[in-house]
Every structure is written in C-alpha cells, then in structure tokens.
C-alpha cells in the first residue's frame, strides 16, 4: 500500500508537511520580527526544489563509461562492452514521460554494447503497466543478447490478494518481460563465446574452455532488509560454472553481494542496482547511504568489484543532482 499511494505522500510531505515543520520550526526559535521572513524563504526553498528535481532533475540523464580489469578475463574479452540499466520504473514514463524511456533506449543502442543487462525492477506494481511499453523495448539490441533479472517491484510484494494471486501475477510479470526480449535469468546463467586467439588460425578453435568464454549469471532478488523477497540461490545461478570462470554477477539488490555472493562464488564482477542513489545527492552524500554501504557506483573487495547503478527512472518522478543512469563497462585483461 506504501509504494500505491508513494507519489501523492511524497508531494503531500513536500508541499505541505515540510513547510508546517519549518513553520514550526522558526516560530519555536526565531524573534518574531525575522520569523515571517524565514519560513517564507525556506517554504519558497523547499517548492522550488521539488519543483526542481520534478520538472528538471527527473528528465536527466547520464551515461558513465567505467572499466573493469581482472588477471581471470580472457584475453578474447578485452574490450568487451556491456551497457547496464536499472530500476526502469517505466510506469512512471507513462503519457507525457513516455519519450524519456524512448530516448533511454537510443542512448543505450547507441553504445554498440556486446551485451545489454537490465538489474531489476522493471515495472512499479503490477504487470499490466509493462506491455504499454514492450514495442519500445523490444528495439534494445546487442550481439551477444539483452540480459535481465527481476527487482522486488517486479514480485508482488506491494500488491494486495492471496499469495496464489501475487504468485499469478509474478509469473505475468516474468511472462511480460521476457516477450519484452529479454533473456530473464532466474537462478540461472549464460555462457558467451569468443574463439580463442591462442588457436591457430588453420586450427578449429576450442570452443567452451574458460580461455574462450564468460558466464553472465542472473540471480533472483536476495534482499538483506526481511520484507524484500530472498528467492536468489547463488548454488542453482551458477551450477556447471566451473571456479576459473569469469562471472558477471546480476543481482538487483546490492546487500547480496557481502552477505551471499562474496561467501558463496567468485564472481569477479557484481552488477546491481535497486538504491536509486536515494534519487538525492549533495556534493556526492545521498540520504541512502544511512540504510546501505554500497549504494552507488563502483566497490573494490580484492580482485572482486560491485558496480550499484543508480537507477534510469524511479517510482517517484523526482531526482536532484542524482541524474538517471546507463552505464558502460568495458572489460580489461590485467
């Protein structure tokens, strides 16, 4: 009901309950004479900054070119491309929004990406808000395939009904995203090839040794926080995967990557997202970082990295100095 009624609450705090509490505020410890003053200045502030983040802020958008160097990367893999998205919401680009989904899929395109992964959160509630915007998202295009895994708004956990009924919808869900064309992973992986350049050119390439290969493995949601759905297995996302493979990790919730991905694999790079960056940031601090150590960008453990996308779209139409984000990540041998 939280996430049903969040947009209304979040402008009704704004609009209204900020200014009260100001108001409150400067009559408890400001002279009378400067009090008028002030809490019209800070109510005209706190209009002006969700008019801001609204009408401005939530239209922008970067793209971040990042590396990743591992000594485990095939040298076949030098150079390769992904374009990683997240926490679309597309709900929220629905009417007049709709050409910010459309151009986040030109801009992804246009980085010619070997691969494309989305990390979660697809729709806001329920599945039927994604087939609107299916023929948009069918035109992501990249060599080696599009790549997803779902989010926590992608179950049903904010929908009200039997557990049946939301495990009905779930599967809608999963149904949707994949006619999307996306290669929805759920406790699964996928192996990409490249012929090894240690073969000889008159000799058939070993096709399928780790020489010559990546896994990009997609868990299901494991959320640390107890109301977020745990249905990701690191065991069944990467059983076959042999120990000297590399592994690009999808995993929507970023807390996963201490409490089960560094214990229980070795992938060496962890893509995630489902912060948002808290879709606010002053001189680099967001609020976010109270509830989570890594929330944005690129953290280092050894050898083994997780990248936390801030989000492309949110629930809530608002982001200030916290722009939608696509991001590329280009693969470095060491």
């Keep these: ?96 929004k709709r050409w910010l989904l459309q151009r986040a899929v030109d801009s992804i395109n246009a980085q010619r990406a070997d691969a494309i992964v989305f990390t979660g959160d697809m729709q806001n509630i329920y599945p039927d808000e994604l087939p609107p915007f299916a023929a948009i998202l069918r035109q992501l295009k990249a060599k080696d395939g599009v790549f997803a895994v779902l989010g926590n708004h992608d179950y049903a956990v904010y929908q009200q009904g039997s557990e049946s009924e939301k495990e009905r919808r779930c599967q809608e869900t999963v149904r949707n995203i994949r006619e999307m064309g996306f290669d929805l992973l759920l406790n699964e992986h996928r192996t ?8 000889d050119a008159n000799t058939p390439s ?24 745990r249905r990701g297995d690191v065991g069944k996302t990467l059983a076959g995967v042999s120990d000297s493979a590399f592994v690009v990790m999808l995993q929507h919730d970023p807390t996963c990557w201490r409490e089960k991905i560094l214990a229980e694999s070795r992938a060496q790079l962890t893509l995630s997202g489902h912060t948002h960056g808290g879709q606010a940031s002053v001189f680099g601090w967001s609020p976010v970082s109270f509830s989570y150590n890594e929330w944005g960008g690129f953290y280092h453990e050894g050898e083994r990295s997780l990248y936390v996308s801030t989000g492309l779209g949110a629930l809530i139409p608002f982001r200030l100095n916290q722009p939608g984000e696509i991001v590329v990540i280009t693969l470095r041998k060491k």
């Excluded at 990409?192 to 073969?199: D, F, N, V, Y």
């Design 1 to 96: 009901m939280i996430a049903r009624y969040a947009i209304p609450f979040f402008f009704l705090m704004g609009l209204v309950v900020a200014p009260l509490v100001c108001y409150l505020i400067t009559r408890w410890l400001l002279p009378k004479r400067v009090r008028r003053y002030t809490f019209l200045a800070c109510t005209l502030f706190i209009w002006g900054t969700v008019a801001y983040g609204y009408l401005v802020g939530f239209q922008q958008l970067q793209v971040h070119h990042v590396e990743f160097a591992s000594h485990d990367l095939p040298e076949a893999f030098d150079g390769y491309r992904i374009v990683q998205f997240s926490d679309a919401h597309i709900a929220t680009c629905k009417g007049s």
């Design 192 to 199: 990409i090839l490249r012929p090894s350049q240690q073969s």
């Design 206 to 229: 070993t096709i399928g040794n780790t020489n010559d290969s990546i896994v990009i493995a997609g868990m299901e949601n494991w959320g640390k926080a107890k109301r977020m759905p």
